[in-house]
């Protein structure tokens, strides 16, 4: 810092309380060895000390205030998002409610009921962002697909998805989980 510009650098001010302002309670002595443009000098930097630590202290507070409330708004955006998704599921837990709850089960009825609901209940994911993968007769993808088996065959191309045992999903470009599948490999070669 060079003397007596307040300045480091020559960028920011900056001040060495220790070293520009004498201790509290050596005053009376700094007072006789002063001269009163002097004083007046110094006590103008400690009232702006004082206020620069003022000011410090409130913005701390205000950025720990700022911290809690955001803390506290993501926690309720979390917990709103959460309740609509299950309102949107609801309809389809009711549907299911029913086809179980009804006396008389033809078995055609029935399964086009469950029809019915999957249809419901596949809309409802679609709503929320969620997308089944493609798995079937697409190229092997070990970001999408988690291969269980690997099948020798010639009724497919090799490395492409032979079956799905598991449907994958994703919520909207995020993985949600991996399709399971067994691929297919040219004969003679595993």
Do not use: C, W
Not at 74 to 89: D, G, H, P, T, V
Not at 151 to 157: D, K, L, R
Request: aromatic share 4%; glycine share 6%; no cysteine.
């Amino acid at each position: 810092m060079a003397p007596g510009n307040g300045k480091a650098d020559g960028n920011a001010p900056s001040f060495d309380i220790e070293r520009e302002l004498p201790p509290a309670e050596d005053k009376e002595t700094e007072a006789a060895s002063i001269t009163g443009a002097q004083q007046e000098e110094l006590e103008r930097l400690r009232q702006e000390r004082d206020t620069l630590l003022d000011r410090l202290a409130r913005l701390q507070a205000e950025f720990d205030n700022f911290r809690k409330r955001n803390s506290r708004e993501q926690l309720e955006f979390r917990e709103y998002a959460l309740a609509e998704a299950i309102k949107s599921l609801l309809p389809v837990v009711d549907s299911f409610d029913r086809a179980l709850a009804a006396p008389e089960r033809n078995s055609e009825e029935f399964h086009q009921g469950l029809e019915l609901i999957n249809r419901q209940l596949h809309d409802a994911l679609a709503k929320l962002g969620v997308q089944p993968i493609e798995a079937r007769g697409q190229p092997f993808d070990p970001n999408l697909h988690q291969a269980v088996q690997m099948v020798e065959t010639g009724e497919a191309q090799d490395h492409h998805v032979l079956d799905e045992l598991q449907r994958g999903y994703k919520l909207k470009d995020r993985l949600l989980r991996p399709a399971m599948v067994r691929v297919a490999t040219k004969p003679g070669r595993k």
